[in-house]
């Protein structure tokens, strides 16, 4: 059984930094890429950030300058910095994992989602 668990979210004025972490735990094998996606209310979930295993990173163009992803292998975390965060911003944000586990005889991969965490900038 695998687990994503996220912290870090909470309130935060205009302009203000957050650091959001997702440490993923059980019987992993591997951890191929990392990322964050967020939903704010009446809005379909989007792609915040991701991270390969080898370094490559993806970010939203509303994003990008702002947040930095990154991640702690031998912990099983990724991280997301966010900096100069806007009203725009709040939401409720998802880690997610691509993870290999493996039993006796077989391997699966797939996608793992944390449970959220939620992040709210005021004006």
């Known amino acids: 059984q695998v687990q994503l668990v996220e912290s870090g979210g909470g309130l935060v004025q205009a302009g203000g930094s957050l650091r959001l972490s997702c440490a993923a735990s059980g019987s992993i094998f591997s951890i191929n890429a990392m990322g964050w996606y967020r939903q704010a209310p009446g809005k379909q979930r989007e792609l915040v950030a991701t991270?390969?295993?080898?370094?490559?990173?993806n970010y939203a163009d509303s994003v990008k300058g702002r947040f930095t992803i990154s991640r702690d292998d031998p912990k099983n975390t990724v991280y997301l910095q966010m900096n100069s965060l806007k009203p725009e911003d709040t939401a409720v944000f998802y880690c997610t994992a691509l993870i290999k586990t493996c039993a006796e005889r077989w391997c699966d991969r797939r996608s793992y989602w944390g449970q959220g965490t939620q992040v709210t900038v005021s004006s």
């Open positions: 991270l390969s295993s080898g370094g490559s990173t």
